[in-house]
């Protein structure tokens, strides 16, 4: 696959406690298969694939303290520069630009909100082979409390141009890459708003989702594997929608499009 553009998402993993249960939940739910894992040299990092195709991995957490969450990875040429500009627009690193064998460079920052998200310059390694067919990713989007603050961030750091959804229950804007034309068309992530229906003490967080040909089916499953809703399945514009948590606490969310729904 070609290299991404700057600032599209490129890779998502997960940190689990036990990636062997992870890899019987998301094996059965997506039809996932593995690789034989990366060894303690690159901890145990386990690549997921769909069709022969990588679309992500699971992570064994090495440290308990530590979310078990799924992050979101964007693409990069320079993760360096990319991070001096994040510090620079006021977020944050939580890592530092690190070399990963002959693979790529990896880095996490943080935004103003508290949002924790990955940068990968590729090496060997681009990022997804398969994405935006069921079985892989296809879409994330960060909440945040203090929007005007994110906004400002993300549309300074990687160039994205944003878009208010009217309509939307809550407040929306989707974000283009740079010298695109906004819309639904060209959109690569979105920010929403973290409401009163979240618990008060709940941190700016990406949600990553995954394309399902039915999405009530894959409710259905995730719950029969131990798995639960967080947010019930409903329709949207864009398709059938659900959020759910796996069998050990990693929250993410699935859409099945119109025509599949």
Not at 1 to 7: I, R
Not at 71 to 85: C, E, I, K, P, Q
Not at 99 to 117: H, L, S
Not at 202 to 223: K, N, R
């Amino acid at each position: 696959m070609a290299a991404f553009a700057e600032g599209t998402p490129c890779w998502v993993d997960v940190s689990l406690p036990d990636v062997q249960a992870g890899k019987r939940f998301y094996g059965e739910l997506f039809g996932w298969t593995f690789g034989a894992g990366g060894g303690a040299a690159y901890g145990h990092y386990t690549n997921a694939f769909s069709d022969g195709k990588r679309v992500a991995a699971l992570a064994a957490k090495q440290d308990g303290r530590m979310p078990t969450t799924w992050g979101v990875y964007f693409a990069t040429s320079d993760a360096t520069a990319l991070s001096v500009r994040i510090k620079e627009a006021g977020g944050g690193m939580v890592m530092d630009p690190t070399a990963v064998g002959p693979y790529g460079t990896m880095a996490q920052g943080v935004d103003p909100g508290g949002a924790v998200f990955g940068l990968w310059q590729p090496g060997a390694y681009s990022g997804f082979e398969k994405q935006s067919e069921p079985g892989s990713f296809c879409w994330t989007e960060v909440y945040t409390r203090d929007k005007e603050s994110v906004d400002l961030f993300y549309e300074s750091v990687f160039g994205f141009v944003g878009k208010d959804l009217p309509g939307e229950p809550v407040d929306f804007r989707a974000w283009s890459p740079a010298g695109s034309e906004p819309g639904s068309d060209s959109a690569i992530a979105g920010r929403s708003v973290i409401t009163d229906a979240f618990p008060a003490e709940m941190p700016g967080h990406f949600l990553v989702y995954f394309s399902v040909a039915d999405c009530d089916e894959t409710v259905a499953d995730a719950v029969r594997l131990g798995g639960r809703v967080r947010e019930s399945a409903a329709d949207t514009p864009y398709g059938r929608i659900a959020s759910l948590v796996d069998n050990q606490g990693a929250v993410f969310a699935v859409l099945a499009e119109p025509e599949a729904a």
